[in-house]
């Protein structure tokens, strides 16, 4: 399927940078409960991550990452995820998170 540029533009993505993970037991599949700081626009928004595999809680506050934050809030078990994480599969199929390379602001958007 092809979309138009204007389609591409209505998703936002921005940097954040994550502050704080908890467990997130009830999950059907293994996941962590993000809250990740776009900056003084966004503030901080909240995400369910199935990211267990590659990444260790202790490891990931202070980490830049990737998400969509204009999809609607979806009820997770619980807990409410405001934003998507992105990331992409590796060999076997498990989350790898989408960084920037660079130390860039938090709350920039995708271009």
């Given at each position: 399927m092809t979309i138009s540029f204007d389609d591409f533009l209505a998703?936002?993505?921005?940097?954040?940078?994550?502050?704080?993970?908890?467990?997130?037991p009830e999950a059907r599949k293994?996941?962590?409960?993000?809250?990740?700081?776009f900056g003084d626009e966004l503030g901080e928004k909240k995400s369910s991550a199935q990211i267990?595999?590659?990444y260790r809680p202790e490891d990931l506050p202070g980490?830049?990452?990737?998400?969509?934050v204009n999809f609607p809030p979806r009820q997770i078990g619980k807990f409410?995820?405001?934003?998507?994480?992105?990331?992409v599969p590796d060999a076997a199929g498990e989350v790898v998170l989408i960084t920037p390379d660079k130390d860039v602001p938090i709350g920039g958007r995708m271009y």
């Open positions: 998703v936002d993505i921005r940097v954040g940078v994550i502050r704080r993970v908890e467990p997130f293994p996941a962590v409960k993000l809250w990740v700081d267990t595999v590659h980490k830049r990452v990737l998400a969509v409410m995820s405001e934003v998507l994480v992105l990331g």
